[in-house]
């Protein structure tokens, strides 16, 4: 049995993760990691650094693309980029926290968190729509790698709606699920299988 090993990164903490209230940061506001995200990455990287890892991707977005970059220097890789797994497209919204968004716009609030899946955040994406460009470009990764372990930094919804995918919960669930900032998500590929063994671990994180 040849196992194929994933591990689904979300990208360390940015200014905008941290705001009081947070302001959605989707595909358009491409911020770098703030001091917190930076030291996040090296502790990512250092809990990775013992594995054996012979690729690296990442979104194309600058948070994404740090992270990974941390990650791949203790292996002495390059970080490949995958457009595909680029951050939701969060539209009108975008740079908007919940609570404005509640008050302009509360018939599309109120759709969109009783089921993402369906009802886009307005002017961007829906959950499926996140999925349906990014799941083909992790089976690609998957069927690329057999027997290999590899690491694939990507964001919050993406990582969501791939990890509901994989546990067979219903996309509009998706929403509920964590992804704390430079998280690891392991998915292994066995007899054209893809599992999700551990997701949204940080014990890294804790010092």
């Not at 200014?15 to 703030?34: E, H």
């Not at 089976?139 to 919804?157: D, K, P, S, W, Y």
Request: charged share 20%.
């Amino acid at each position: 049995m040849t196992a194929t090993q994933l591990l689904l990164v979300r990208h360390g903490t940015t200014d905008a993760n941290v705001r009081v209230p947070y302001i959605l940061q989707g595909s358009s506001i491409d911020l770098p990691l703030n001091d917190n995200g930076r030291r996040q990455a090296q502790q990512v990287a250092q809990f990775l650094s013992d594995l054996p890892i012979k690729h690296v991707y990442s979104s194309p977005l600058q948070r994404a693309s740090e992270t990974a970059g941390a990650i791949a220097e203790r292996h002495d890789l390059s970080v490949h980029q995958i457009a595909e797994i680029t951050e939701c497209h969060v539209g009108v919204w975008e740079g908007k926290d919940w609570g404005t968004i509640a008050r302009e716009a509360p018939e599309a609030y109120r759709l969109f968190h009783e089921d993402p899946s369906t009802h886009p955040y307005l002017g961007g994406e829906t959950y499926s729509d996140v999925l349906r460009r990014a799941w083909p470009a992790f089976e690609r990764l998957l069927h690329q790698h057999v027997g290999e372990t590899v690491v694939v930094v990507a964001h919050n919804i993406v990582n969501r709606a791939l990890c509901a995918h994989l546990m067979g919960l219903e996309l509009r669930k998706a929403k509920g699920l964590a992804q704390d900032n430079c998280c690891v998500n392991i998915i292994q590929h066995v007899e054209g299988k893809s599992t999700l063994v551990t997701m949204n671990s940080v014990f890294h994180l804790r010092g």
